[in-house]
C-alpha cells in the first residue's frame, strides 16, 4: 500500500506543478515482435512520464543516438568499435536498430512519432492525441504485483488486448496506447506479431529529453511514412540501392515473410 500510495502522491503533485519537463514514472516494457524476414525479436522499450507529457524510446538507440552528437561521444563510439572488432567480439557494439520514438503532448492534445532505417532514411509526423476507444471488461490478472483490468479497442487495423492498472493513475501505455483510467501494463495485438510487457517500474525524477537529431528526420504524413517503410521492408535491397545511388548485390537474396505487418496497417486503404 505504500508503495501504491507514494506513487499516487507522486503523480498528483507533478501534476499540478508549473514545470513539467521531469517525469515521475519510468517503465521498462520487453517488445516482442518479428523481423521481416521472420525472425523473432525482443526489444526493451522505455516509457517515461508525467501527467501532461511522455517519451517511448529504445534506449540502446538512445544511446547511440547520444554518442553519435557530440565530437566527444563520436571518438569514444569510434574506440568501442575498434575494440570489439580488435578482440572478435563485434556483438557487444551497441546499435542503434530501434528508429522509434514517441512523445506524447497531453497538454497539446498532440503525439510525434519518429521512425526509420538506418542508412535508408529517418521520418517524424505529428498527430493529434487521441484515446482508442477502449470497451473494459471484467477480467482481471496481475502484472508486476498490480491488479490489472483488462480492455479491449480496435486500433488502426489491428484489435488489441490491453491489462491496465488502476492502481497506478496515469492515462498512459506503450507506444501509442493510453487513454484508460490506469497505466497499460501489457498490450498484445490479435495477431500475435506485437506485444508489449512491462517488465520494470518505478518512480523517477529524469527529464523527458527531446529527441536528439529530430532536425535530421523528414517530417511526412503518417501514412507516407508507413508506405516508405513497407516498401522498405518489401525490397530492402533495391530500396538501399536507389538511396545510396548504386546497386547492391546480396548473395542467395533475403526471404520476406509479407504476412507480417507494422503496429499500424490501416495504411493499405486505398485513398
Same mark, same amino acid.
Given at each position: 500500500m505504500k508503495r501504491i500510495l507514494g506513487l499516487f502522491m507522486a503523480l498528483s503533485v507533478a501534476a499540478g506543478m508549473a514545470a513539467q519537463e521531469k517525469s515521475d514514472i519510468e517503465v521498462s516494457y520487453d517488445y516482442h515482435h518479428f523481423h521481416r524476414t521472420g525472425r523473432e525479436q525482443n526489444h526493451q522499450m522505455i516509457l517515461l512520464a508525467n501527467a501532461k507529457e511522455s517519451k517511448f524510446y529504445n534506449p540502446v538507440s538512445h544511446y547511440v543516438d547520444s554518442l553519435e552528437s557530440t565530437p566527444e561521444g563520436k571518438e569514444i563510439y569510434k574506440q568501442m568499435q575498434l575494440s570489439a572488432f580488435t578482440s572478435g567480439k563485434m556483438g557487444s557494439i551497441p546499435k542503434k536498430s530501434v528508429f522509434l520514438v514517441v512523445v506524447k503532448d497531453a497538454e497539446n492534445k498532440e503525439q510525434t512519432v519518429y521512425d526509420g532505417v538506418l542508412?535508408?532514411?529517418?521520418?517524424?509526423?505529428?498527430? @493529434? $492525441?487521441?484515446?482508442?476507444? *477502449?470497451?473494459? &471488461?471484467?477480467?482481471?490478472?496481475?502484472?508486476?504485483?498490480?491488479?490489472?483490468?483488462?480492455?479491449?479497442?480496435?486500433?488502426?487495423?489491428?484489435?488489441?488486448?490491453?491489462?491496465?492498472?488502476?492502481?497506478? @493513475? $496515469?492515462?498512459?501505455?506503450? *507506444?501509442?496506447? &493510453?487513454?484508460?483510467?490506469?497505466?497499460?501494463?501489457?498490450?498484445?495485438?490479435?495477431?500475435?506479431?506485437?506485444?508489449?510487457?512491462?517488465?520494470g517500474i518505478s518512480q523517477s525524477g529524469r527529464t523527458i529529453d527531446p529527441v536528439i537529431g529530430s532536425e535530421n528526420y523528414e517530417k511526412v504524413s503518417r501514412i507516407d511514412m508507413l508506405k516508405t517503410l513497407r516498401k522498405f521492408e518489401e525490397d530492402p535491397i533495391g530500396s538501399l540501392s536507389t538511396a545510396w545511388g548504386k546497386s547492391i548485390k546480396v548473395v542467395g537474396g533475403v526471404e520476406i515473410d509479407k504476412k507480417l505487418d507494422f503496429l499500424e496497417t490501416d495504411y493499405k486503404k486505398k485513398r
Open positions: 542508412g535508408f532514411g529517418a521520418y517524424t509526423y505529428t498527430e @493529434p $492525441l487521441e484515446a482508442q476507444q *477502449w470497451q473494459i &471488461g471484467d477480467s482481471t490478472k496481475t502484472v508486476m504485483g498490480y491488479e490489472c483490468v483488462m480492455a479491449t479497442c480496435d486500433y488502426r487495423g489491428r484489435h488489441w488486448t490491453a491489462w491496465f492498472a488502476p492502481e497506478i @493513475p $496515469l492515462s498512459n501505455g506503450p *507506444w501509442k496506447l &493510453g487513454g484508460l483510467p490506469g497505466l497499460i501494463l501489457e498490450a498484445a495485438e490479435s495477431e500475435g506479431q506485437h506485444s508489449f510487457t512491462a517488465d
